[in-house]
């Protein structure tokens, strides 16, 4: 049985604590929250688990095995260094981190004591993406040509951080989960609106090393509506991922463009257009925190690396460093070193 304590009982922290009391194989030990008000919560919620406000407590009483952290991004680091440093294993909401380097020194930390280092990227657990991950990845829509992502709502404003880091995050790791690719150049541009606030706005668009492949990711926090949709086209099918359609989130069309040789005119293209079927998958309803919490069980018991894992979130928030500082730079382009 693996004891679990999460950090942080806001919005997402009620949630985890939720899946890891009802998970087979966890017991939820332990809460923490600076809050008053969300401690009683808590304690209602949760009774017989052990509610504090300090973590350091909960380290120190060595009734943990795993460590959830559920708060704000410039308490990620801290918090889960001190969770490694004292032999848990630690999972973070997405991003893992701030900075790269910040990133680099938890998967440091993880490897040194062999324990897992796992980020809450929740989309990757989804029935959709890893339905879309599979048909990506067995050649069924071909060469991919682009990835276009737009993702936009009315709030809710996030007082540590831009767009980028609370939005856009999402598309980034569900691109490299389904294209098995890094970017290597990002150029971004974006607007605050409102003073001593973060860019609401921006608008990415990333290149990947050796390859026609492009993406483009749109994110706002003004939008009047909610939409949440994600195109990917290939040269034999492409799909429409909108997570807002309660039935048919994935549809998958088999439609292309060729292009063919006109021998009897040699300074002309024959452009074919090619429309067949729309297959729209069966897709199994099931919580994605739910089957993430039982991956991320599933890797501590048998010390096999999660999907996303220490690596991918440092891939990912090395793609929001540069897309940050790019923005900055009215949209020139960044190099995004991976590894």
Known sequence: MIRVGVIGYGYWGVRLARNFATAQGSRLTT???????RQALAAR????????????????????????????????YPLAMAALDAGRHVLVEKPLAATADEALRLIDAAERSGLTLMVDHTFLY???????????????????????????????????????????????????????????????????????????????????????LISHVHVNWLAPVKVRRTLIGGDRKMIVFDDLDPSEKVKVYDKGVEFVDDPAHIDKMLISYRV???????????????????????????????????????????????????????????????E
């Not at 809460?31 to 008000?37: E, G, P, Q, Y």
């Not at 389904?178 to 990333?206: C, I, M, N, W, Y």
């Open 31 to 37: 809460i923490v929250d600076l809050d008053a008000r």
């Open 45 to 76: 919620n949760h009774p017989g688990t052990e509610v504090m406000s300090d973590h350091r407590d909960m380290l120190r009483n060595g009734d943990v095995d795993l460590v959830a952290i559920a708060t704000p991004l410039s308490s990620h």
């Open 126 to 212: 989804t029935e959709a993406v890893r339905k879309i991950h599979e048909l990506v990845q067995s050649g069924t829509l071909g060469d991919i040509y682009y990835f276009d992502s737009v993702r936009v709502n009315l709030g809710l404003f996030q007082h540590d951080t831009n767009i980028v880091y609370d939005l856009a995050v999402h598309d980034l790791a569900v691109m490299d989960y389904v294209l098995a690719k890094a970017p290597s150049v990002v150029s971004a541009t974006g607007a605050r609106h409102f003073d001593g606030q973060a860019e609401d706005v921006a608008f990415l668009t990333l290149f990947f090393e050796d390859s026609a």
């Open 276 to 338: 067949g079927d729309i297959w729209v998958p069966n897709l199994e309803i099931r919580e994605a925190l739910q089957t993430m919490v039982k991956e991320l069980l599933d890797c501590v018991t048998t010390g096999t690396p999660p999907v996303s894992d220490g690596r991918m979130g440092l891939r990912v928030v090395r793609s929001l460093e540069a897309a940050t500082q790019s923005m900055a730079e009215r949209g020139r382009p960044v190099e995004i070193v991976q």
